[in-house]
């Protein structure tokens, strides 16, 4: 090949074809981030608007408006009793925030807490500890979630709790496993040889490690509490009518595809856009690690 082939223009120089891409490829992702938390955002006014009386009543009735599609006066339109479904969809959304932030918050928080205590004990604290993580993973959580919702009463906070309560172990089976690999590194070590005491080596050694490599599993968790409160309303567990929830939303409108589709699909819509846009930035989390 000559220099004159070098300077045809048929010929594609591949170091600018190679940054074109590179750069196309860390844009992608910086859209759809910024996506994600744009609709997060977003939908989290919308709720607080909602809790704070900005929106229609979402538990009144008006005949007059009965099954009508979506308007300026209601955007999500009205279900069989006249209903705004706009904003029994954003109190829905409030409800699923609450059990998603209990979950993350008292569960998440235990079992960290768990995890790494017996990470740092080992022997048969750990030993104990592996044992009733992985028997309590194994049970059937939503069966028994929808139990225990049954008989103590389909309250918020009963809900909240009881899927808490099951993601525990996992949080503390992976807060093990972090505080396993912290344990090893060099300034735990350091400060165990000169005497550091243990509340020293949890708070400024191991649990600033641990965090940030559970801040994925945060998300994901997130997203799995919204699926699973969703989840207990659709099948008749959750909160009772006609209090609003995505889940309980989804399953009205069932008796009314025919006639009003949009009472279960803007629900579900907003259901899928939140769990797609919480997945979003887990995933954009875990690539920032590697």
Known sequence: MSLSDLASPNVVPLPSTASASSASRLRIPRVGVTIAVAWLAVLAVGALAAAAGLTADPLANDYAVISQAPSLAHPFGTDNLGRDVFSRSLHG???SAIVALVTVTVGGGLGILLGVWAGLRRGIADAITGFVTD???????LIIVATIVTLAGPSLPTIALTIAAFAIPVFARLGRSATL??????HVVVARTLGASGWRILTREVLPGVLPALMPFVLTTLATAIVAEGALSFLGFGLRPPEPS???LIAEGRTQLALAPWVTLMPALLLCATILSIN???EHLREAKR
Not at 135 to 141: G, H, K, N, Q, W
Not at 181 to 186: C, I, P, R
């Open 280 to 282: 979003v930035l887990g």
């Open 246 to 248: 995505w889940g309980g």
């Open 135 to 141: 028997v309590t993973i194994a049970l059937p959580s």
């Open 181 to 186: 690999a912290v344990a090893t590194e060099n």
């Open 93 to 95: 959304a409030g409800a």
